[in-house]
């Protein structure tokens, strides 16, 4: 977020001015733009007026509130408060993430941000608000986490989350470029989902699984449905059979995988990846192409990808747990139900 030191000196004006507007006897004194290297001085000393005397603020300001910029801007202030000790601390950014908001609130740092967002707690003095969006698409670095070639990589830190890959290492085994690891690595070091700076291994598996999740689309993938008189796990061996004679690339998922992996998981209708071809799987195994009523989907999948870490288990191959876990997940009702089972049972236990 590119702003003028003029217009960054409005802004957080105003939303301190919002913060404070329910307080009729709080009022803003001065606002002081600190010069000299960052490092050394604060970027705003903000003096209020307060029942009992004058309260100075000691203000930095972050273009970002995402949890690694708000650690380094409370580390600062710290630094800051130790010569101005009567000052309280605030961290400044145009939208503070709760787990941002959570940092500070543990350091004993408040924070304000131009989304409506705040927490200052000094003197006698008590004011909180939290719910509010963030208006200025700072989603853009985690939607860009959730692009084709990022996944690729994300399968296989959460594949292998305890593993500190080097870049090189990670872009060969995920077949993208050293670029596309290097922004992911970015990503996840600003939401402190990774243990150090050095290597790439995760802190906070389940967290990036889940917001992994709540941003997967499924519906990139072309779907055609079908019906056919054998049971499901009939369809399942057949499919697997006319794949391995036709060296065809395909796995099983969502609840067809599910199942082999948490036996309690109960279906009846097949899910599987299949490369895309030319060759007629469907008439091989005899089925009927429909609109409703059906009881196999054959998935080609928007991305190769989706068959990383896929495995064999008694003669079927099925997707990664990892991968299983989303199609579920992207199931409602009954999916998400079979995803958090699949969960406990077997993606913590490797992890």
Do not use: H
């Amino acid at each position: 977020m590119k702003i003028s030191e003029q217009d960054l000196a409005k802004r957080v004006e105003k939303a301190l001015s919002s913060c404070l507007k329910k307080v009729p006897f709080l009022k803003i004194r001065d606002i002081a733009q600190e010069s000299g290297q960052d490092d050394l001085r604060p970027d705003f000393l903000i003096t209020l007026e307060a029942p009992a005397g004058t309260q100075t603020l000691v203000v930095e300001v972050k273009t970002s509130g995402q949890p690694r910029l708000a650690r380094e801007a409370v580390n600062q202030l710290l630094r800051f408060s130790q010569s101005l000790p009567q000052a309280f601390p605030v961290f400044v950014a145009p939208y503070i993430s709760p787990k941002a908001a959570e940092i500070c609130e543990q350091a004993g740092v408040g924070y304000i941000d131009f989304s409506g967002n705040c927490r200052l707690c000094f003197q006698e003095i008590y004011i909180e608000k939290t719910g509010n969006p963030n208006v200025f698409s700072e989603k853009r670095d985690l939607r860009s986490l959730y692009s084709p070639k990022a996944e690729n990589v994300l399968r296989v830190l959460l594949t292998n989350p305890l593993k500190a890959w080097k870049i090189q290492e990670l872009a060969n085994e995920g077949k993208v470029s050293v670029g596309q690891v290097a922004n992911v690595k970015k990503i996840l070091l600003n939401q402190e989902w990774l243990a150090d700076a050095n290597g790439m291994a995760l802190s906070e598996p389940e967290k990036l699984l889940s917001g992994w999740a709540d941003n997967y689309n499924f519906r990139k993938n072309r779907v055609r449905d079908y019906y056919s008189l054998q049971g499901v796990p009939e369809i399942e061996y057949n499919l697997a059979q006319v794949c391995q004679e036709e060296k065809l690339t395909y796995a099983l998922t969502s609840f067809s995988g599910a199942a082999r992996l948490a036996p309690a998981v109960r279906y009846q209708r097949v899910w599987a990846y299949l490369e895309e071809t030319e060759k007629d799987v469907a008439g091989k195994l005899n089925l009927k192409e429909v609109s409703s009523g059906a009881n196999v989907s054959l998935i080609t999948p928007y991305d190769a990808g989706i068959f990383y870490g896929s495995q064999d288990i008694a003669g079927v191959r099925i997707a990664s747990p990892i991968q299983i876990y989303l199609d579920l997940k992207a199931n409602r009702g009954r999916g998400e139900e079979a995803a958090d089972m699949l969960l406990e049972q077997v993606i913590k236990k490797r992890w």
